[in-house]
């Protein structure tokens, strides 16, 4: 049985290595791997996976020094600084190409207040709900749901810079969980999915409404990707911005 569970962590970790494109990435498919055993509190596989990347670690660095020789120093690169994940925010795979996002109990605890601010929105009351948002996004800075409907308060009281700003704190929490190169799907079907796809599709929309259409085209090919059975009703925007039947704000 031990033998089985070395063999697959060791497997996994080669796979690592070899997808990514320098140390960087490795260390970033590593820690979503890693983040992946411990939800599933897989203490085995966690244990020999962390031995696996001391390991490959080791034979990165000893490839950085320099020879032990009197010949004259060869230039070596520095090493890159190690970068933490900045959020507690993981992917789970659900199907073959497929993932969810798997959000932590800090933003869990912090549902009712956000049903509470969507209420004070929905009744017209944006002072209060903005307030509410924003002592949420105080308490877990992360919280993509927070930060969209703050978009949508600036948005709705025509300042598209304050918009824009809340769309990209969110964007970019997303986006800084996906590994690099990501080509799957974060369907819409997978409901915690949601929030990131909408803070793609309204990022997109306010910088239409600025008249950045070359960002508004990108974000939401992304979006599409991501979500191909366009729930958002993505490919007749992308089919108007070819035709030119669109308006901008600014």
């Known amino acids: 049985m031990e033998k089985n569970v070395v063999k697959q962590v060791l497997a996994d970790m080669f796979w690592v290595t ?6 960087r990435e490795a260390r970033e498919l590593y820690e979503l791997l890693l983040r992946s055993y411990q939800s599933r509190q ?5 244990e020999c ?12 660095c000893s490839l950085q020094e320099p020879p ?3 010949s004259p120093k060869r230039r070596t690169w520095p090493r890159r600084k190690k970068i933490p994940h900045p959020y507690p925010i993981r992917l789970e795979k659900r199907g073959r190409n497929e993932w969810e996002f ?6 869990l ?3 009712d207040e956000l049903r509470s601010a969507c209420s004070y929105m929905q009744a017209g009351e944006l002072n209060k709900a903005g307030r509410l948002f924003s002592s949420i996004v105080k308490k877990c800075p992360y919280f993509i749901d927070a930060l969209n409907n703050l978009a949508l ?22 986006q800084s969980v996906l590994p690099p190169g990501f080509k799957d799907r974060l369907p819409w079907n997978w409901v915690n999915n949601r929030p990131f796809l909408q803070t793609v599709h309204g990022l ?9 259409v070359s960002g508004t085209a990108r974000l939401l090919e992304q979006l599409l990707a991501l979500d191909p059975e366009d729930h958002l009703d993505t490919q007749s925007i992308i089919s108007d911005l070819k035709r030119g039947a669109f308006y901008t704000d600014e």
């Open 18 to 23: 070899g997808q990514a494109r320098g140390e």
């Open 42 to 46: 897989m203490n085995w596989y966690e």
């Open 49 to 60: 996976l962390r031995a696996a990347w001391e390991q490959y670690e080791q034979w990165f």
């Open 68 to 70: 032990l020789s009197h």
């Open 102 to 107: 798997a959000w932590p109990g800090e933003m």
């Open 109 to 111: 605890n912090l549902t």
């Open 153 to 174: 308060i600036e948005s709705d009281r025509g300042d598209l810079t304050g918009a824009e700003k809340f769309y990209m704190r969110a964007y970019e929490t997303g």
């Open 204 to 212: 997109a929309l306010v910088k239409l409404r600025r008249g950045h």
